[in-house]
């Protein structure tokens, strides 16, 4: 495939994915808590003498053979001085929420794929690798976890690409990439081909993805059937499934446009009141807490001015948004003018479910 933009597949060109992979995570978390397991063979898991398995094993450990999944016991032998711990899966989900806290921050499209995985659509922005990179920076100053990224124009290539300069690296694939980065791959390493796939092609000695391109579209329909075309498809390169993600909105807001122009305070703050009850109901409704307050004014002569306010903390009672509104509202000055529109917004969201309590604003007023 040359690389001139003609020839590249259209689905390349118009997404940017990001796929964040924390590395060693179970054991990384271990670590904060306790500093004195850093630079130690380090495994999470079940203990030698149970049948336990592997959950994840430090890098250090790695260096030993170990890995995840393998049983406790044959680990041991691999590296006898290996520290065994139980997970501590509290730890790790408190971990695991302030990480998608930040992820957050840069994309409101996030798919979770696990406690310490996301993928994240960033295809409205200019430069998805500064993305990336603010992400893995954030996450380190923030939780002193390091996290991998790969950046590509879909899932499947970003979800391969942020395993490669593991740990602590980022791997970007350009559109025109994509193609030349797939062949020299193992099929194996595409996500969801399993060893049942892997041996049926090994037997026709299809190995990698060049393998699967050289053997041809037909030939791979016609040998192993239909539902094989997506191996194909995978192999070139393509993955057009999109992020699986229920979306948190930017902002949520109310605004009223008067029937006649309104002069007086007095009713301008009844319509305020208005405004401001019927957010505080959406916000409930979707359950949700905000950071960030606005106020916009339309003039009579329709001239728009908006004032913003924003808290480090979150908050979501009506107390405090209709404060902060109000605060904003009387530093417009705007006693004497006629006014033809007001509007509340709040942005900067957050699912209450996610909301810790120490980030809660209400905690410390
Ligand atoms: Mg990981």
New binding site residues.
Partial sequence: MKNDKSSIHPSLLTRKIIHI?????FAAVEVILNPKLKNKPLIIGGTPSSRGVVCTASYEARKFGIKSAMPSAQAVKLCPHAIFLKPNFEAYKNASREVFKIIRNFSDTVEPM?M??AYIDVSDSKNATLIAENIRKNIFSDTQLTA?AGVAPNKMVAKIASDINKPNGITIVKPHEVFPFMQPLLIKKIPFVGPVTTKKFSEFNILTCSDVISAGRDFIINTFGATSEWVYQRACGIDESPLETTQIRKSLGEEETFPKDITLMEHKLRELNKILFNLIICLKNKDLAAKTVTVKIKYANFKVRTKTKSYPLYFYTEEIIAKVALELFHDFKCENDSIRLIGVSVSNLIDRKDLLQETLFSNYI
């Fill in positions: 992979d924390l590395d060693a995570f696990s310490d995985e991998s």
